[in-house]
């Protein structure tokens, strides 16, 4: 043998000559067999197939009445760069006596400016020129803000896979602030004539005009939620907490409070 391949020595016949040779083209041929399965494993089964995935940015926004804001959605792991858009939307009535703690409703279906809440959704065009894919959403104006006001949600699509999607959360604000003047004031009880304070209201994005002034007491130990801090749609305290008119003048009661309305924790601070 010579250098690791088998060959015929000078003693050995032809026909083992002949064998041996056989025997060498066969392991030759095996070990070219495994070597292309080798590459083939290699060089074909290294790949894996694209996961297309949907992102919008931004994810979430409060947009004031009124404005426009522009969302994007990106496609990726396809050639295919286009998005169907969606929209529905949510809100949390209003309490009532009969449900203090109202829920959530369900997510419905809307359409560009359609009618809700005694207002409107808003309005939004798409565009996907040069597989842009932006949406731009108009919030209602203060004349057609909704009340209660809901949450819009937008959905985005695939076309390359319809499982595949997107979403972005919009947060309506009408963009309204208030600012009482005096932010605090004592005012003395039991006193003849009872004792009053002058109220003011000032408005950012508003007038202070058809304005209702409201006398509660916070009560974090209250089973409903509204009645657990200042809020106006919480119970009106009045009068055992003193009473305010259409013009801002609170009037003192009588006597200190020596609970809440409606009762519960204890508190004598209106």
Request: neutral net charge; hydrophobic residues 35%; contains cysteine.
């Amino acid at each position: 043998m010579s250098n690791g391949v088998p060959w015929a020595s000078h003693e050995m016949g032809t026909g083992e000559t002949s064998v041996m040779k056989l025997r060498w083209s066969k392991g030759a041929a095996l070990l070219a067999a495994i070597c292309a399965t080798i590459l083939c494993i290699a060089g074909c089964g290294g790949g894996s197939a694209n996961v297309v995935s949907v992102t919008i940015l931004p994810a979430s926004a409060t947009v004031v009445a009124g404005q426009a804001f522009s969302f994007t959605a990106t496609v990726g792991g396809s050639t295919t760069l286009t998005v169907t858009w969606a929209c529905s939307y949510v809100f949390t009535p209003l309490p009532t006596t009969a449900v203090p703690n109202p829920v959530a409703t369900k997510a419905a279906a809307c359409t560009s400016g359609q009618s809700v809440n005694g207002g409107t959704i808003g309005t939004f065009t798409t565009s996907a020129a040069s597989g842009s894919n932006v949406l731009t959403y108009t919030a209602p104006s203060l004349g057609s803000f909704p009340s209660p006001v809901p949450t819009v949600t937008f959905t985005a699509t695939a076309d390359a896979d319809h499982s595949k999607t997107g979403t972005t959360q919009i947060a309506l604000d009408s963009g309204i602030r208030v600012a009482i003047t005096p932010a605090s004031v004592t005012v003395p009880v039991g006193v003849t004539p009872a004792q009053t304070v002058q109220f003011s209201a000032s408005l950012l994005n508003s007038t202070p005009t058809n304005l209702q002034w409201l006398v509660t007491q916070p009560n974090q130990s209250s089973s409903t939620t509204n009645n657990q801090t200042a809020n106006p749609n919480g119970a009106d305290c009045s009068a055992t907490c003193g009473k305010i008119d259409a013009n801002g003048v609170y009037t003192a009661p009588a006597s200190v409070p020596t609970d809440t309305t409606p009762s519960g924790s204890k508190t004598t601070s209106p």
